[in-house]
């Protein structure tokens, strides 16, 4: 079956920090992939996406390549800001239905 | 761009009373939407897969009579959750394909605000 493998969180981080969270995938065909993001308190979020293999996705400082060698779609950005607290999902989707990971929790010190 | 709208945002419900989710594509036709729920600081999970004009396809472990979906437009899809009780509680999100953007799912998803339900 399709699923999605992303770090365990919650990771804090102090403002202007490096952030990577990593993804892994399993799927039976080409999955598109995608990060969504979730403030607190509301809905969710696309953040970036990549449909195939090498594409990178890239969004608010935030980038992802699709590496189809390693299964993976990490998440980066270079700088954080609090702003940036939030709940990261990593996504495939295969026939348009999405596989959500478990969610990482991310906050940002001042 | 394509926007997808759910109402409402927030309810609260008494335990065995229905709530109504609706689901909206704004400025598209979407022959199929999607409901996922989300508990209390876990991952979304497919519910189920609403096609217009037809039966919704439910994910296995979802309860069909407790969570009817109705597709009976190109714009609108909506979850009823019968007879809530407390542990229906949750956060309930759509997201609708838009056909006319071409096959495959980067560029022809798009999601609803989601619905936070809460049964007292």
């Known amino acids: 079956g399709n699923s999605v493998t992303q770090m365990e969180g919650p990771v804090t981080l102090s403002e202007e920090a490096f952030l990577t969270i990593n993804c892994t995938y399993t799927a039976t065909g080409y999955p598109s992939l995608f990060w969504y993001v979730q403030y607190p308190g509301e809905g969710l979020q696309l953040l970036l996406k990549?449909?195939?293999?090498?594409d990178k996705g890239s969004n608010k400082g935030f980038e992802a390549t699709y590496r189809k060698e390693t299964t993976s779609f990490h998440l980066e950005k270079g700088s954080v800001q609090v702003s940036d607290s939030a709940v990261y999902f990593c996504a495939l989707s295969l026939d348009y239905k999405l596989s959500f990971g478990a969610g990482t929790t991310v906050t940002v010190r001042a | 761009g394509a926007v997808v709208s759910q109402h409402p945002s927030r309810v609260i419900c008494k335990s065995g009373t229905s709530v109504k989710i609706e689901c909206r594509s704004l400025?598209?036709?979407?022959?199929?939407m999607f409901w996922y729920r989300q508990f209390p600081k876990q991952s979304l999970m497919l519910m189920a897969t609403?096609?217009?004009?037809?039966?919704?396809?439910?994910e296995q472990g979802v309860e069909k009579d407790k969570f009817l979906i109705n597709h009976a437009s190109l714009t609108l899809s909506t979850l009823t959750v019968t007879s809530a009780h407390p542990e229906d509680s949750s956060f309930y999100i759509c997201?609708?394909?838009?056909?006319?953007?071409?096959?495959?799912?980067?560029?022809?998803?798009?999601f609803g605000e989601g619905s936070w339900l809460t049964v007292v």
């Open positions: 990549a449909t195939k293999a090498d």
């Open positions: 400025d598209f036709q979407a022959t199929t």
């Open positions: 609403s096609n217009e004009g037809s039966k919704a396809t439910y």
């Open positions: 997201s609708a394909r838009d056909p006319s953007r071409g096959p495959g799912s980067g560029n022809t998803i798009y």
